[in-house]
């Protein structure tokens, strides 16, 4: 079974650039969150779907930061402008809803440096 | 909104010796899931808990829920080199299949 496959790898811009990440979940899982990990401390959620509608997205910062799962498989996230403290890395992770399991596979990350 | 706690943020053992990471949360879980992430990787699932005073175990790991379903805790047997890494705890407060991770512990083994 093929992972979460997430691109690109690594991300260098410079502040008040714009950036976007993919993901592709692994196949069949209907729910897709991102995460930003700072170093040294967990994931923290930004938006999760369920299929291609957000369930929940109350950390996200929609001033800059933006997402979508068109037709309920790839995502993109977007940051627009990016601050310096954006700088982290991006975790993409799919679960497979099923009844009370609902592990989550994350993929390798995107890991962004903002200078 | 939720909070998950951990302790301690950093854990150094000699091989061999034992290791407890404990998770706290401000609210009552209707699960918990606990996560291992290496250095330079991603975090992989461990084990998922669901019922009070859950204990499940997974080779020299062992996982405890508590009674009130606010903490948890994961103790290592033994550490190995490949124990090396840092813990999550990750707590569902029962909306939305959503995970609130607390900060981890990073454990390192020296052989």
């Known amino acids: 079974e093929a992972g979460v496959a997430q691109s690109p790898r690594y991300k260098i811009i410079e502040k008040r650039q714009s950036v976007a990440f993919w993901c592709n979940p692994i196949s069949g899982h209907a729910t897709l969150y991102w995460y930003q990990q700072i170093l040294g401390q967990g994931p923290k959620l930004l938006i999760q779907f369920q299929n291609n509608g957000v369930v929940d997205d109350s950390q996200l910062p929609k001033d800059r930061f933006s997402a979508e799962r068109l037709k309920g498989v790839d995502s993109t996230l977007k940051i627009q402008p990016a601050k310096l403290e954006d700088s982290a890395v991006y975790l993409c992770?799919?679960?497979?809803?099923?009844?009370?399991?609902?592990?989550?596979?994350f993929g390798p990350g995107t890991r962004l440096t903002v200078t | 909104g939720q909070q998950v706690m951990q302790i301690p943020q950093y854990q150094h053992v000699q091989e061999g010796e034992d290791f407890t990471t404990y998770c706290n949360s401000s609210?009552?879980?209707?699960?918990i899931q606990w996560y291992k992430q290496r250095p330079g990787g991603h975090p992989v699932f461990l084990i998922q808990l669901v019922k009070s005073g859950e204990v499940k175990k997974q080779k020299r790991l062992t996982f405890q829920f508590g009674e009130a379903k606010k903490n948890s805790s994961l103790h290592i047997t033994a550490t190995q080199t490949t124990d090396v890494g840092t813990y999550f705890c990750a707590g569902d407060g029962g909306s939305n299949y959503k995970l609130t991770f607390g900060k981890g512990t990073l454990l390192t083994v020296n052989p």
């Open positions: 992770a799919s679960s497979l809803v099923a009844d009370r399991r609902y592990e989550q596979y």
């Open positions: 609210t009552t879980l209707s699960n």
